[in-house]
């Protein structure tokens, strides 16, 4: 079975410009995750999405950072304009359903894009 | 809210020794708790996971308890190789929407 794809693995962009990471899940996952890494520290969640709709975004920065997933599979995440403190690792995943608590659902994770911003 | 403190790192061991690796959470509801595991240059994997509590969670010969009394998830492993140097991260789900909430993670390296 394929993991979860995500492009590209490294980019370099300097600050307020724009760019664009995209994820491909687990076949049949209806939940796709985007975290955010900052180096040393745990992943933070970004968005979420069941199917093609949004469950939570609470902690997406809006005014810079936006997130779609068309026709509830692939997904792209854009930064517009970059800061430096958006250097990070991004890193996607999904799981079957939306399940937590005590159902908690595992989440598989793609190997991530490091996004550094000079 | 919710929370998850792990021991800091780096936690540096010899093969073959006994490791510990401390993690509290706080939690409203009934919380699932994972660990997942950083090997250098590739992305995050489960490790184990535990879903209510007094279950143990098992793989790869680590082990960790789910403790609702203290609060802990803790993860062992009776003798660690070279190949176990990686980051370890402690989290837990709580609530309907699956959302995971990660610890800072803990850095292992295991040398011969």
């Known amino acids: 079975e394929a993991g979860v794809a995500q492009s590209p693995r490294y980019k370099i962009i300097e600050k307020r410009q724009s760019v664009a990471f995209w994820c491909n899940p687990i076949?049949?996952?209806?939940?796709l995750y985007w975290y955010q890494q900052i180096l040393g520290q745990g992943p933070k969640l970004l968005i979420q999405f069941q199917n093609n709709g949004v469950v939570d975004d609470s902690q997406l920065p809006k005014d810079r950072f936006s997130a779609e997933r068309l026709k509830g599979v692939d997904s792209t995440l854009k930064i517009q304009p970059a800061k430096l403190e958006d250097s990070a690792v991004y890193l996607c995943?999904?799981?079957?359903?939306?399940?937590?608590?005590?159902?908690?659902?595992?989440?598989?994770f793609g190997p991530g894009t490091r996004l550094t911003v000079l | 809210g919710n929370s998850v403190t792990q021991m800091e790192g780096p936690v540096t061991l010899s093969e073959e020794a006994f490791l510990t690796i401390n993690c509290t959470y706080t939690a409203t509801g009934y919380p699932s708790l994972f660990w997942y595991v950083q090997y250098p240059g590739e992305g995050l994997q489960l490790l184990l996971k535990?879903?209510?509590?007094?279950d143990k969670g098992s793989n790869k010969g680590f082990e960790a308890t789910y403790r609702k009394e203290t609060t802990s998830f803790h993860l062992e492993k009776g003798s660690v190789q070279v190949s176990d140097s990686a980051v370890y991260f402690c989290?837990?789900?709580?609530?309907?929407?699956?959302?995971?909430?990660f610890g800072a993670g803990t850095r292992l390296a295991v040398h011969p």
């Open positions: 995943a999904s799981s079957l359903r939306t399940s937590g608590g005590r159902y908690g659902d595992t989440q598989y």
């Open positions: 989290a837990l789900s709580s609530g309907g929407y699956n959302k995971l909430i």
């Open positions: 076949s049949g996952h209806a939940t």
């Open positions: 535990a879903t209510k509590a007094d």
